[in-house]
């Protein structure tokens, strides 16, 4: 038993096992842009994308696709989380409100985004640990901004997009409709 303990312990400082041994995916906290805590668990039986988003980014314009896919599937019970993530070249250095502002004005952006958040290094959300750890389905740190993963209904992740595919790719469709043909 104090063996165990030690391990245990042990794992949890090296941050190893503070993930595999933490709540479920969907009782991952997070904050929304507005201070107030979120989880997945207030998008039960929908489908969901997260992705980290940036403003200043070569891959913004995905924005347009992005909002495109939640106006066409939000009816089917579809949401995009967007995180903003200033971790990749500086390319989201605006506070919650010069983002919604840009976000809004620019791209009509109406699925909801949360606050800024760091995808990885020694700050990295427990999200985004959870996601993109040793024991995730799609383990290795996020490339760059706009990395998606597709979260299905039952709270398990089924694919992981990388920045470089656009929301509107024929194997992300693919992927996303599947998603929502699976049962609650």
């Known amino acids: 038993m104090r063996f165990l303990l030690l391990n245990l312990i042990g794992l949890v400082l090296t941050g190893l096992g503070s993930h595999a041994l933490a709540e479920p995916l969907n009782e991952i906290p997070f904050s929304t842009m507005d201070g107030k805590t979120a989880s997945l668990r207030d998008y039960a039986g929908k489908v969901v994308m997260v992705v980290n988003v940036a403003s200043q ?30 971790d990749f070249g500086g390319q989201e250095p605006g506070s919650n409100a010069q983002i919604i502002n840009f976000c809004t004005s620019k791209y009509d952006v109406t699925f909801p985004l949360m606050d ?50 656009k929301p509107d790719s024929p194997h992300m469709l693919s992927e996303i409709n599947a998603a929502l043909k699976m049962s609650q």
């Open 57 to 86: 980014c070569g891959n913004t314009p995905q924005y347009s696709a992005l909002e495109k896919l939640y106006r066409d599937f939000a009816s089917r019970g579809f949401v995009i989380l967007g995180f903003p993530c200033n």
């Open 116 to 165: 800024k958040l760091h995808v990885k290094g020694s700050e990295q959300a427990p999200l985004y640990a959870a996601l993109t750890g040793p024991s995730s389905k799609f383990p290795g740190d996020v490339k760059w901004n706009f990395g998606k993963f597709l979260i299905g209904r039952n709270g398990q992740v089924l694919a992981r997009f990388e920045p470089s595919e």
